[in-house]
């Protein structure tokens, strides 16, 4: 191969490389999301809950509500300890 031909080469699949991993970089994420079910004492489940997560550190609460099924789910909580 001639030169430039190999250059181009190399530096095309550099840059592939990088953009890879630009893109993994990107899809981390630091905040979590707590999935659960409520039920009642007899073990059927509550639909239309309010569920709250609070973060023991900040004092700051993350709302949720169950669905039909009792199921529920609380997106974009921070790393730590929720109660």
């Given amino acids: 191969m001639k030169r430039p031909v190999l250059q181009c080469l190399v530096s095309s699949a550099v840059l592939c490389l990088v953009l890879l991993g630009a893109q993994s970089l990107r899809a981390q994420s630091t905040t979590g999301s707590i999935y659960g079910q409520v039920t009642d004492p007899s073990g ?9 997560a609070l973060n023991q550190a900040t004092g700051v609460p993350y709302k949720s509500r169950t669905d039909g099924s009792g199921d529920y789910a609380v997106f974009d909580t921070p790393p730590g300890c929720s109660r």
């Avoid at 059927?44 to 709250?52: H, I, L, R």
């Fill in 44 to 52: 059927a489940v509550v639909t239309g809950a309010e569920v709250t």
